[in-house]
């Protein structure tokens, strides 16, 4: 097995798991509350949203089934997790605490992209 097929496996674990929580314990993880706090647009709608997308692509990719194209919506919502979540500790709290607390969205982000840059079956 070549490297990115394990890359493949670590992140569709990463995004079906964070998937599932959504939609299973929302309340319970806080998903729920914290997509209101922070302002996201129709927060329910878009809870469940990030939800599906993040299963349906985590699973495509832990396939290995069209890699490249689950991995843009998945860098979306990365995106905007950082945007949303992320970017407001910087603005309070300065550089070094949003490099602590980006630090899994960031390494998520990098192997989303050398996930569409090395599709599966071509070597790294």
């Excluded at 939609?23 to 996201?40: N, Q, T």
């Excluded at 809870?47 to 689950?70: D, F, H, P, T, W």
Aim: hydrophobic share 55%.
């Amino acid at each position: 097995m070549n490297m990115a097929t394990w890359i493949c496996y670590a992140v569709g674990y990463v995004f079906i798991t964070s998937g599932v929580l959504k939609l299973v314990m929302a309340d319970s993880f806080g998903f729920r509350g914290l997509f209101h706090e922070l302002g996201v647009p129709f927060p329910d709608s878009t809870l469940l949203l990030v939800a599906l997308v993040e299963i349906g692509c985590g699973a495509l990719i832990a396939s290995g089934m069209y890699v490249r194209k689950a991995t843009i919506p998945l860098l979306v919502i990365m995106a905007g997790a950082i945007y949303f979540s992320k970017l407001p500790e910087l603005i309070d709290y300065g550089f070094f605490v949003f490099a602590f607390k980006a630090r899994l969205d960031i390494v998520v982000i990098i192997l989303l992209l050398l996930l569409y840059r090395h599709v599966p079956g071509k070597k790294f």
